[in-house]
C-alpha cells in the first residue's frame, strides 16, 4: 500500500445544520428524510460533522443521527441482519472490518464509476483512490495512524521507541492499550526482537501467540484496557496514565487543541485505512439517500475539508494538494499528519488483509487471555 502518496453502549444525538454556502447538490429523488451515520465519536466524529455532516444537512434539509458505535460495528450489524432489522444507513469502519462485512454479505458492493465523484480535473473515482479501494464495498476516507502520546511532565528523559510500553522500569506507571489484539500483537513482537517483515509470519503460528501473549504478560498489571479512542487521551490528561495508544488525531486534538502536556511517540505508528461501508438490504428510500450523501461526502474538497479539523490524511489523491490550515486554530496541517515524512521515518504497515482472516479467532483468544 503507497501511503507515501498521502499528506505526509453508544452516544447518539440529533443534530441541525447551520447555513453553508456550499455548491450546488443535485436532489435526492425518492430519499428518506433521516438517516443514522455510525462513527468512532470524539474529535473525528467532529470533523465529519464540521466536513460532511452539516454542509449535506444544510443543501438537502436531511436529518442525520450520529451513532458512536463503529467499534463494535461488525457484531451489531451481525446481529441486526440476522434479526432483519438494519437500523444503520451508513457506517464508518477500519479496512479489515469492511473486508469482513464485504465478504459475509453485510455491505453493498460500491461502483466507484457510477456512485462516487469523479475529481476536479475527471479523474474517475477508482483511479483518484487508487490502491487504498481495497475492498468493493469500502470507501476510503483517510489515513491515520494507531500510535502512543506519553506526558511529558512523568520522566527525565522521553521516550523514542515504542519498546517504551514495555519498559516500566525505565518509564514507571500505568499504560493504556486498546482492549484488543490489533496493535498490541504487533508491538509486542516486534519489541521482543522479531524483524518487522516477518511479524505476521511469526503471528500466524500458535507458538508467536503464545510468544506476543507472554510479552504482553510483562506489562499487563500496568495496563488499563480502552475500547473507545477517546479513553486515551482523557486518562492521560487526567494524569491516570503515563502513556498510552490511540488514533494520532485524538492525540492531536490533547496537544494542540486542549494544550495538554503530551507529547507524540510516532515510532512504529500502526498506518491504517478508515472509510465508509453501505449496509446490505436497505429500503430503496434509504439506500437511495446513503448514496446521495456518500457521493457528497467522498468528493474531493469534502476529504480536503476534514483535515481542516484533525490530522489525518486524505484518501484521494486530489484532495491531498488542498489541505491547508486548521479551521480554528490556523496551523499548517501537514507537519501534523501521520505520512508527513518527518514523523513516518519508522512505520508499521497495518496488514488489513492478515486481520481480515485472523481477527475472530485472535479477538476470542485476546479476550480469554485478559480474563487469566
Known amino acids: 500500500m503507497k ?5 505526509g453502549a453508544s452516544a447518539i444525538v440529533a443534530v441541525s445544520a447551520p447555513a453553508f454556502a456550499a455548491d450546488e447538490l443535485p436532489a435526492c429523488e425518492n430519499c428518506a428524510d433521516e438517516m443514522t451515520i455510525v462513527s468512532w465519536g470524539g474529535a473525528y466524529s467532529n470533523s465529519q460533522m464540521q466536513a460532511y455532516h452539516k454542509p449535506y444537512m444544510e443543501k438537502t434539509g436531511v436529518t442525520i443521527v450520529n451513532d458512536e458505535s463503529s467499534n463494535e460495528a461488525v457484531a451489531k450489524l451481525r446481529a441486526m441482519s440476522e434479526a432483519g432489522n438494519v437500523t444503520w444507513d451508513v457506517v464508518d469502519v ?29 479523474t474517475p473515482a477508482a483511479e483518484d483512490f487508487g490502491e487504498l479501494m481495497v475492498s468493493e464495498c469500502f ?4 489515513v491515520y495512524s494507531t500510535t502512543v502520546g506519553y506526558r511529558t511532565d512523568a520522566f527525565s528523559s522521553k521516550p523514542d521507541s515504542i519498546c517504551a510500553i514495555f519498559d516500566t522500569e525505565g518509564f514507571p506507571g500505568k499504560r493504556s492499550l486498546e482492549k484488543r489484539p490489533i496493535n498490541n500483537m504487533e508491538w509486542a513482537l ?22 506476543a501473549f507472554a510479552k504482553l504478560d510483562t506489562i499487563k498489571d500496568s495496563v488499563v484496557w480502552w475500547s473507545a479512542g477517546a479513553e486515551t487521551p482523557q486518562l492521560l ?12 488525531g485524538r492525540l492531536f486534538a490533547l496537544i494542540e487543541e486542549q494544550k495538554q502536556p503530551v507529547a507524540m511517540l510516532w515510532d512504529a505508528q500502526m498506518f491504517d485505512l478508515d ?35 484533525i490530522s489525518y490524511g486524505p484518501a484521494r489523491k486530489s484532495s491531498a494538494p488542498l489541505v491547508g490550515k486548521h479551521a480554528e486554530l490556523g496551523i499548517d496541517m501537514a507537519p501534523h499528519m501521520p505520512t ?24 476470542a483468544k485476546f479476550q480469554a487471555w485478559l480474563a487469566q
Not at 501511503?3 to 499528506?7: D, F, K, M, T, V
Not at 516486534?190 to 510468544?211: F, H, N, S, W
Not at 490528561?237 to 494520532?248: F, I, K, L
Not at 436497505?282 to 474538497?301: G, V
Request: hydrophobic share 40%; net charge negative.
Open 340 to 363: 508527513d515524512p518527518a514523523n513516518a521515518t519508522n512505520t508499521f504497515l497495518y496488514n488489513y488483509e492478515w486481520w481480515a482472516d485472523y481477527r475472530d479467532d485472535l479477538d
Open 275 to 309: 472509510g465508509w461501508i453501505i449496509p446490505a438490504g436497505l429500503s430503496e428510500e434509504r439506500l437511495n439517500r446513503a448514496l446521495h450523501y456518500i457521493k457528497f461526502a467522498t468528493d474531493t474538497q469534502r476529504l480536503a475539508d476534514q483535515a481542516a479539523y
Open 94 to 122: 477500519v479496512a479489515s472490518d469492511a473486508m469482513r462485512l464485504c465478504d459475509e454479505g453485510l455491505a453493498r458492493p460500491i461502483d466507484p464509476a457510477t456512485e462516487l465523484a469523479a475529481a476536479p480535473d475527471g
Open 190 to 211: 516486534l519489541c521482543d526482537g522479531v524483524a518487522k517483515d516477518e511479524i505476521y509470519d511469526v503471528l500466524e503460528t500458535d507458538e508467536g501467540q503464545a510468544r
Open 139 to 142: 470507501i476510503p476516507q483517510i
Open 237 to 248: 490528561a487526567d494524569g491516570e496514565v503515563v502513556m498510552g495508544s490511540t488514533y494520532n
Open 3 to 7: 501511503i507515501a502518496r498521502l499528506l
